[in-house]
């Protein structure tokens, strides 16, 4: 894997990015039982990516990122039903999936 941040090891770059799998999968159940607290994690969910300046700058700006933070920006500011949450949280991880390929040069596998 060869991130365009030098100050980022590539192992944590592969980390963060199997990391974001699981958060975006987290959002289907807490969506699914209506639980009170999914606006709250979408909200902490967006300002960490937001924050990751770093992470952006690793994948060279790549708009793929970017998506990921709309997606959420979406979730918050619009009512959606069960489908719409599944299809987006979907689309989300084949995103992350993508740029794992793209950085690391392989095929995606689960976390070691």
Not at 20 to 26: D, I, S, T
Request: glycine share 4%; with cysteine.
């Amino acid at each position: 894997m060869t991130t365009q941040d030098p100050t980022i090891p590539d192992k944590l770059f592969e980390n963060f990015l199997h990391r974001l799998v699981g958060r975006f999968f987290k959002i289907m159940p807490l969506k699914e039982s209506n639980s009170p607290t999914l606006n709250l994690y979408l909200q902490s969910f967006k300002i960490d990516l937001m924050g990751c300046n770093s992470v952006m700058k690793a994948t060279g700006y790549n708009d793929l990122f970017l998506q990921l933070i709309d997606v959420l920006q979406f979730f918050l500011e619009h009512d959606f039903d069960n489908d719409t949450c599944h299809r987006e949280v979907m689309k989300c991880i084949g995103i992350v999936k993508l740029l794992y390929e793209d950085y690391a040069g392989k095929p995606w596998s689960k976390h070691q």
